[in-house]
């Protein structure tokens, strides 16, 4: 009787399960039959499909690229689920306002869903049942202003969300639970007004490095909560994370870093307003200006790490709790890999309170913390030395270089050679000088003669850097008087090919390792009267050869007139370099 009972139930389940959870399909190879509950029968359209769909549906749509001629309303209830964001394209036009409109309890996965002309991607701002749950997760949305949410609790987890104007907007809702997304080279990413929602971000990475990137992550007056925790941030032309909100914020455990590029705007790394606010293990490097400006009383400002920004905290109000902060080199894996290295001064300094996920006291950054991340710290070389330098003095050449800053730095050593970028060997070692010493005085030099030198960094546990750049020095005779002067060689701004040239002439140049690479580089095309008339680059580049193509156009892509033109390349951190000529023919 049991088994009966059982038999029953299973079989009930089945009917439910079978009732109230179609699956409708969508291809561009399907028979398009009504109610297309098969891949043979599948529908040619995702709006056929969705008509055809009941609460608790499926529409699944295979790979291929779909131009749908109206909007994709969805249903209650209804998941919309692609072949994965590689495969499944959708496709807006201009003729579509909102590509998606969302409704209660809807899911939207396995996409790149393209505004191509739409002005959102992803809408939801329609009455809403008190809080249904929308899930969008696993796509890549790309260009218009993104998604648009308001009046409902969303999750939107996993996404690849670029080249869209506002990534992600939100207005009115309720919860919010923005993680693990990339934002790659929005103007913001996220967005939001005025809104009374909770909002969690966490565990996103943000690459602001955009020419019209502005505040990565902006969040403007919301009542309620907001918690901003283990996400990364860089770039962005003025603050990395902007909280004009009267509710308190918590910003943990974030790594905010690489300022913006123009001087017109501040590039600070945190903002906020809100009194009772919890700042706390954050890493801010490299913002060019305030790393921190609380505006706000009884606010709690500690164990952060900020380091080489404009100013490092900048605090308003007398009522703030700062303790443990710090300003040490993190020691970062690499200029992209935001992972502590073994002996970064972030390694259990964080808020005691805390712990990590491998139960030891918190570290400051974006891999710390509760939430974090639990990993093996590398014990990489220091970084190579930079801004090699020479200076004479009739005597002896000095070389001297910027200092490392690695916690678990050594020694340094000087090479020399007389061959042009040689290969350095213990043969050619003339110095070993200690950590606190970034000079070395070679006394061993003749006239006329040229000699090349690098320099490494030893860590103390033996790990030896690459090499510095290599600088070319030759000691000459200043003819009719007693003087000799060095000539050192390093940037390289070589003659445009071809000159004269019509219709275009190849510029090249070389970029020597100066540090806190990706430097500010600007190659800029003036006209004979001095005015500036392209801007050829503009960015952050590292060190290396770079090739750039001039079409003899200006920066309206007007064709300028024959003549004389001067370009001149302008490096961050490098105090000259000088111009050339070229001539243009026509
Ligand atoms: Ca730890
Ligand atoms: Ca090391």
């Known amino acids: 009787m049991k088994k009966l009972l059982f038999l029953i139930c299973l079989f009930e389940l089945l009917i439910f399960n079978f009732a109230f959870s179609d699956i409708h399909y969508v291809s561009q190879t399907g028979t398009s039959e009504y109610p ?17 769909a009941d609460p608790g549906d499926t529409v699944m749509v295979g790979a291929g690229d779909y131009y749908p001629d109206t909007t994709i309303v969805m249903k209650d209830s209804v998941s ?35 505004a191509n002309g739409s002005d959102l991607c992803i809408w939801e701002n329609v009455a809403h049942t008190p809080e249904p749950v929308e899930v969008i997760e696993n796509n890549r949305i790309t260009g218009g202003d993104g998604l648009y949410l308001g009046d409902a609790s969303t999750i939107i987890r996993n996404n690849i969300i670029t080249d869209a104007n506002r990534g992600i907007s939100l207005s009115f809702g309720y919860d919010y639970k923005i993680s693990n997304n990339t934002f790659l080279q929005n103007r913001y990413a996220i967005y939001f007004g005025p809104t009374e929602a909770r909002v969690e971000i966490t565990n996103n990475v943000v690459d602001g490095t955009h020419k019209y990137s502005f505040t990565p992550l902006y969040l403007v007056a919301n009542w309620d909560s907001t918690l901003v925790v283990n996400n990364i941030i860089y770039g962005g032309e003025t603050w990395g994370i902007y909280c004009y909100c009267y509710a308190p914020v918590v910003i943990r455990n974030n790594t905010v870093t690489y300022s913006g590029s123009s001087p017109l705007y501040i590039s600070g790394g945190i903002f906020v307003r809100a009194d009772q606010s919890v700042l706390i293990n954050n890493i801010v490097t490299y913002r060019e200006g305030k790393a921190f400006d609380v505006d706000a009383g009884s606010v709690k400002l500690a164990y952060n790490n900020c380091w080489m920004n404009g100013e490092d905290y900048f605090i308003q109000s007398d009522s703030v709790d700062s303790i443990g902060n710090i300003s040490v080199d993190p020691m970062f894996v690499d200029s992209l890999d935001f992972h502590l290295q073994k002996y970064s001064p972030c390694v259990d300094a964080g808020d005691p309170d805390l712990k990590d996920p491998d139960s030891t006291r918190s570290d400051i950054g974006a891999y710390g913390g509760s939430m974090g991340q639990s990993y093996a710290y590398l014990d990489l070389p220091p970084k190579p030395p930079d801004s090699l330098e020479a200076s004479f003095d009739s005597v002896a050449i000095t070389l001297s270089w910027r200092g490392n800053t690695e916690a678990d730095l050594s020694h340094y050593v000087v090479y020399k050679d007389t061959l042009f970028n040689f290969e350095p060997d213990t043969f050619k070692i003339i110095g070993i000088v200690s950590k606190d010493t970034t000079f070395f005085k070679d006394f061993d030099w003749e006239l006329g003669r040229t000699y090349y030198y690098k320099v490494s960094a030893y860590d103390l546990t033996g790990n030896e850097s690459s090499f510095s750049e290599e600088l070319e020095i030759t000691a000459t005779d200043v003819p009719f008087t007693d003087e000799i002067k060095i000539d050192i060689k390093k940037v390289k701004l070589a003659q445009n090919y071809p000159n004269p040239f019509n219709p275009t002439t190849v510029i090249y140049y070389y970029l020597p390792d100066i540090g806190y690479q990706p430097a500010e580089v600007e190659l800029t095309i003036y006209n004979i009267l001095g005015s500036k008339v392209r801007t050829l680059v503009k960015e952050r580049q590292h060190s290396g050869e770079y090739r750039v193509t001039w079409d003899g156009k200006d920066d309206e892509g007007k064709d300028l007139s024959s003549g004389v033109y001067f370009y001149r390349l302008r490096v961050s951190g490098i105090p000259f370099v000088e111009g050339k000529k070229m001539v243009l023919i026509r």
């Not at 297309?36 to 499909?49: C, F, N, V």
């Not at 964001?85 to 209660?104: H, Q």
């Open 80 to 114: 919309l689920i692609g072949a994965g964001m590689d495969s499944t394209k959708i496709y807006g036009s201009p003729n579509i306002l909102n590509l998606i409109i969302l409704a209660n309890w809807s899911v939207i996965k396995g996409f790149h869903i393209l």
């Open 36 to 52: 297309y509950i098969s891949w043979e029968t599948a529908a040619d359209s995702i709006m056929q499909a969705m008509r055809a």
